[in-house]
């Protein structure tokens, strides 16, 4: 009798390859690549082949939950829009409000970095001390960067900008008398160019960061949690921070 004539022979051929089915669909999650991005500039991220803070939070993320993954650098507005759309898997650092405009973004919510967002000037008598201080001026910042478009209200003018890189040069040709950006980045572009800036203290805000992933990663979302809570926890986190960022803290 043929396999296609008996019933128990029929049915245990259909129960291996559903096995090795499963089997191999399980294969191929297990070394699906976790594509995550960021906006930030050095020392948050890589210069050249230097990793930054987040690339070895990254790096340590992965290996610890065991997955593989990169991380690459996208501009602002385009990072969420791919993270949304599922182009992307996640975004390492955004503010916790980020989200709510982009349906499809899952918050992992153990923080990743405190960032203080800060102004630079050249005038001496220009004082900020809080978003309302902005008014009289004309300011610039990185599009696509949520918490500026959200406080800088009312001022005499805006300027936008792909990335952080353009902002000095701007403040420098006096095309605008304030710039805005996150304290890392505005010290580590002051420190490679030898400019005679600090940022004005206090910082307009002081916010917790966190990661984003698209919605059909949520079951990655308490291992993240809890890898990042270990890392903190067993000190690689801290060790991280002092190799990356530590030494640009000039308070």
Known sequence: MSDTCHPFRLLART?????LTLIS?????????????TTASPPLSA??????????IAGALFKRIGIEGNLTLVPAERALINVNSGIDDGDILRIASAGQSYPN??????????????????????????????????VA?????????????????????????????????????????DRWSGQWLVRQNGLALQPMEPPLASVDMFMFLNKKHAALV??????????KKDGSYKRIYEATIMSLDNR
């Open 141 to 181: 910042y990185p599009i696509g960067w949520k918490i500026y478009e959200a406080n800088v209200r009312d001022v005499k003018g805006v300027t936008l900008t792909p990335s952080i890189n353009e902002l000095f040069p701007l403040l420098d040709k006096g095309r605008v008398e304030v710039i805005l950006l």
């Open 15 to 19: 129960s291996s390859m559903l096995l």
């Open 105 to 138: 973004l899952v918050r992992v919510p153990e923080v990743v970095l405190t960032s203080d967002f800060i102004a630079y000037t050249k005038s001496p008598g220009i004082q900020i001390r809080d978003w309302t201080d902005l008014k009289p001026y004309t």
């Open 25 to 37: 669909t399980t294969c191929l999650a297990q070394t699906e690549k976790l594509s995550l991005v």
């Open 47 to 56: 210069n050249g082949n230097q990793p930054g803070f987040l690339d070895l």
């Open 222 to 231: 308490p291992k993240m949690s809890q890898a990042l809570r270990d890392m």
